[in-house]
Structure formats: C-alpha cells, structure tokens
C-alpha cells in the first residue's frame, strides 16, 4: 500500500487533470468514456508496481 501512496503523492495533479478530462467528456460527448475509468484505474496500479518498492521508495524507470 505505501507503493500507491507515494505513487498517489508524486503524481497526484497528473491523474486530477486526468479525471477532470474524462469527466468533461462524459458530461459533453457521450456516456462511452466511462470505460476509461477503470483502464486509467489499471495503468495507475501498473506503474505503481513497477517504479516503487513495497516501502514506497523509488526504484527508478
């Protein structure tokens, strides 16, 4: 858990501005971009596994 918080801390605007996109193009264009929830759900848990340690350290790209 403490690789997705630190994850979560250092990208945190990033995925903000992400989830606002996705948002907005719900809202405007068309209920279909729901589906990209759950893949932005499945790259978040991909990079988090793959750049931090299980203590939450940074192991590099």
């Known amino acids: 858990m403490k690789r997705f ?7 945190r605007l990033l995925w903000t501005i992400y989830l606002s996109i996705v948002a907005g ?17 499945v790259i978040f848990i991909y990079f988090a596994m793959v750049r931090y340690d299980e203590d939450g350290n940074f192991i590099g790209a």
């Not at 918080?5 to 990208?11: C, G, H, L, Q």
């Not at 809202?27 to 971009?33: E, K, M, R």
């Open 25 to 41: 193009l719900i809202l405007l264009v068309n209920p279909i971009f729901l589906a990209v929830i759950p893949m932005l759900a």
């Open 5 to 11: 918080k630190a994850f979560w801390k250092e990208t």
